[in-house]
């Protein structure tokens, strides 16, 4: 039975295990993103969420390269109270650095030139 249900999610239980990490971690550091200001992790938890999924759902991409299917993907999927994705795509793009390892999410001097 388990198996069909992950078949019919197309997530793994090491996927669900992942998405809890990526909840917990975001959830602690939604407060210290650039683009929290004035909003709360609660409105930005859909798209903490579609970034985790689309991540899963397009291996091997760049961001870049799906962001208008990761923005068809978070407008579907949207609760009625989330916001718009202009203001989410930072946040989606965060959990796809994150998830690549390419940089963890707002180091202390990331985007200074010297930091390097």
């Known amino acids: 039975m388990k198996a069909s249900s992950e078949r019919a999610t197309g997530k793994t239980g ?3 295990m992942n998405l809890d990490k990526e ?4 959830r602690e550091q939604h407060s210290k993103q650039p683009y929290a200001k004035n909003y709360s992790y609660e409105q930005f938890e ?3 969420r579609t970034g985790y999924n689309s991540f899963l ?3 091997g991409k ?3 390269e799906v962001e208008d299917s990761l923005a ?4 579907e999927a949207k609760p009625t109270s989330a916001l718009p994705w202009d203001t989410v795509r930072p946040a989606v793009s965060s959990v796809w650095e994150r998830m690549t390892g390419v940089l963890s999410p707002r180091e202390p001097g990331r985007g200074v030139r010297d930091f390097i």
């Not at 909840?23 to 975001?26: E, H, L, P």
């Not at 068809?72 to 407008?75: A, E, F, G, N, T």
């Open 14 to 16: 090491q996927d669900r």
């Open 62 to 64: 760049k961001f870049e």
């Open 72 to 75: 068809s993907d978070y407008d």
């Open 23 to 26: 909840t917990a971690y975001w």
């Open 57 to 59: 759902k397009y291996p």
């Open 46 to 48: 859909h798209a903490y």
